[in-house]
């Protein structure tokens, strides 16, 4: 897997990306930065990991000089979290010349399912 180039958010929330040929994963480790003022991970950082995990594995799949983003996303939680590692990973499922469509799924430190998203990403010229 190769990493991708980072950006403010990602580095803010202090997590990795890696991708190659249609996947990617995006890791973090919890910190009290990313709790919510009930003491478990706010709902917007697994969001935040697999979304970018999404992008970062559409990226991997198309040509230098096209640029991708969210056209939708469903997401469910399914287990709260509030210590540990997340791992979001992102799969292409299909892919035409302009929409591509994705799965994800954040795990925790057991492999146990934190939350899930199918997601259409646009592809576009820079």
Same mark, same amino acid.
């Given at each position: /897997?190769? !990493?991708? !180039?980072?950006?403010?958010? =990602? +580095?803010?929330?202090?997590? @990795?990306?890696?991708?190659?040929?249609?996947?990617?994963?995006?890791?973090? @480790?919890?910190?009290?930065?990313?709790?919510?003022?009930?003491?478990?991970?706010?709902?917007?950082? !697994?969001? @935040?990991? /697999?979304?970018?995990? /999404? *992008?970062?594995?559409? /990226?991997?799949?198309?040509?230098d000089?096209?640029?991708?983003?969210?056209? +939708?996303? =469903?997401?469910?939680?399914?287990? !709260?979290?509030?210590t *540990?590692?997340?791992?979001?990973?992102?799969?292409?499922? #299909?892919?035409?010349?302009?929409i591509?469509?994705?799965?994800?799924?954040?795990?925790?430190?057991?492999?146990?399912?934190?939350?899930?998203? #199918?997601?259409?990403?646009?592809?576009?010229?820079?």
């Open positions: /897997m190769t !990493p991708s !180039p980072t950006f403010s958010l =990602q +580095e803010a929330l202090g997590f @990795t990306i890696e991708s190659v040929d249609g996947e990617a994963i995006a890791t973090l @480790t919890v910190d009290d930065l990313h709790l919510n003022p009930h003491g478990v991970v706010h709902g917007a950082v !697994p969001f @935040t990991l /697999m979304d970018t995990a /999404m *992008g970062g594995a559409v /990226m991997s799949t198309i040509d000089g096209r640029l991708c983003a969210t056209i +939708e996303m =469903q997401t469910r939680f399914h287990r !709260p979290v509030a *540990g590692r997340l791992r979001a990973t992102a799969k292409v499922t #299909t892919a035409g010349r302009r591509v469509h994705l799965t994800a799924e954040t795990l925790d430190d057991d492999n146990r399912l934190v939350a899930s998203a #199918t997601a259409s990403f646009a592809v576009f010229e820079a």
